[in-house]
């Protein structure tokens, strides 16, 4: 099971509280032992993982003939039919092959020609919309072939319909979540909620709704599937349902994005456990009197007037964006001091130079990736008029 860098910890974790054990964190991933049924509950419940694979071989090899070998040994024909579609898509770490492309091609003939010597003709390929997804990761001398029982990556949740600039995933905001130790027991805050991301996924949580209720998997194309043990699955999972165990809250300077995030709340069942409201965040108050978690991924750059009025002061030209950003991030950091004393901030951004443009001293940093861009998530325990870290043992962050 695939997931971003620095969330490994979290997956691990997620995938054993649903019963699946021998779980092994790799880099970038997690890799388990499981029945079917525990496949089609990892696609329905994981918030963090991208897809959940099948490894079906794993094999040595030197030359691309070795990769049609592997590939021609695997019994495709048990796991989907020749009508349907297929598409290879391949992945390496210090292989000595000169061309990937090719790699991926001499793969596709082996299933192809599988296919062929068994039934006399070959399923087409769809690059766009396949209905079977294939994976192969070369390293230096190993090839592991998987078949992907997602489809769509698992961050697709089906509720995200309205986004702004550069969204967050949903998978990483649930990570975001994961490493801030949030209970869903107090209150969650995030006062530059763009679309809602990070407030709908946490409402979900506080919610107990399964983030896959509302879309398709490809294990649902696979010849081993079982309808009516799925169908199961999900009466279950909304049967799980509960009222909100804490109130989430989020706001956002641009009331178009407020909009957004209303809309996305109702599509994704929670609007009635959110509340979504317009605002600077350099102005906003704390949403209700009991100290929670604020969780957020502040917009930067040429989007640091996304954040609040600091924005409106910036110049074109790119030092004078980051001299803004400070002036936005100091700003807020002695809003929060004035304000939200007892509150603990996580700060997810690629600025690791960050706590000191907001003059406070965190007291945790999660590394994380933001796809390919390397994030912290840093943690400020929010003591009034003081700039000192609160002790970590705060109980509004679940720790």
């Known amino acids: 099971m695939p997931c971003a860098g620095g969330v490994e910890e979290y997956l691990a974790s997620e995938v054993s509280a649903l019963g699946v054990r021998s779980v092994q964190r790799e880099r970038g991933g997690v890799s388990l032992q499981a029945d079917w049924a525990a496949l089609m509950r990892m696609n329905l419940h994981s918030r963090l993982a991208q897809r959940v694979l099948v490894q079906l071989s794993h094999t040595p090899y030197r030359a691309e003939n070795d990769l049609y070998e592997a590939a021609k040994a695997v019994a495709w024909e048990e796991w989907f039919t020749l009508r349907q579609t297929f598409k290879i898509e391949i992945t390496a770490t210090a292989s000595p092959l000169k061309s990937l492309k090719f790699a991926a091609l001499k793969i596709k003939d082996a299933v192809a020609d599988r296919f062929r010597d068994k039934g006399g003709a070959r399923p087409n390929v769809e690059t766009r919309f396949p209905d079977m997804r294939i994976f192969a990761h070369l390293t230096a001398d190993t090839v592991t072939l998987y078949l992907d029982t997602s489809g769509e990556p698992l961050f697709k949740r089906g509720w995200r319909e309205d986004k702004g600039e550069a969204p967050l995933k949903e998978t990483l905001a649930a990570a975001m979540i994961a490493a801030s130790g949030w209970d869903a027991k107090t209150p969650l805050y995030d006062p530059c909620c763009g679309s809602g991301t990070i407030a709908i996924e946490a409402a979900q949580v506080a919610c107990n709704i399964a983030p896959g209720l509302l879309r398709r998997f490809g294990f649902e194309k696979l010849l081993p599937h079982r309808a009516q043990e799925w169908a199961a699955l999900k009466s279950e999972a909304k049967a799980a349902r509960r009222e909100p165990t804490a109130p989430v809250f989020g706001s956002d300077v641009a009331f178009r994005m407020v909009d957004f995030a209303q809309r996305n709340a109702q599509r994704a069942g929670v609007d009635q456990a959110v509340s979504l409201r317009g605002g600077d965040a350099l102005q906003r108050m704390p949403p209700t009197d009991t100290p929670g978690v604020m969780l957020l991924n502040p917009?930067?750059?040429?989007?640091?007037?996304?954040?609040?009025?600091?924005?409106?002061?910036?110049?074109?030209?790119?030092?004078?964006?980051?001299?803004?950003?400070?002036?936005?991030?100091?700003?807020?950091?002695?809003?929060?001091?004035?304000?939200?004393?007892?509150?603990?901030?996580?700060?997810?951004?690629?600025?690791?130079?960050?706590?000191?443009?907001?003059?406070?001293?965190?007291?945790?940093?999660?590394?994380?990736?933001?796809?390919?861009?390397?994030?912290?998530?840093?943690?400020?325990?929010?003591?009034?008029?003081?700039?000192?870290?609160?002790?970590?043992?705060?109980?509004?962050?679940?720790?």
Not at 313 to 338: I, P, S, V
Not at 340 to 369: C, I, N, Q
Request: proline fraction near 6%.
């Open 299 to 399: 917009p930067y750059g040429e989007r640091i007037e996304a954040g609040g009025v600091a924005g409106a002061k910036r110049a074109g030209r790119e030092n004078a964006q980051m001299e803004n950003a400070g002036d936005f991030f100091a700003q807020l950091a002695t809003h929060w001091k004035k304000n939200y004393a007892g509150w603990t901030a996580w700060v997810l951004t690629p600025d690791l130079k960050l706590p000191s443009r907001m003059r406070l001293k965190e007291s945790r940093r999660v590394p994380m990736w933001n796809g390919p861009i390397e994030c912290r998530l840093f943690r400020f325990d929010m003591v009034a008029g003081s700039a000192r870290a609160a002790p970590k043992s705060d109980a509004s962050t679940g720790h």
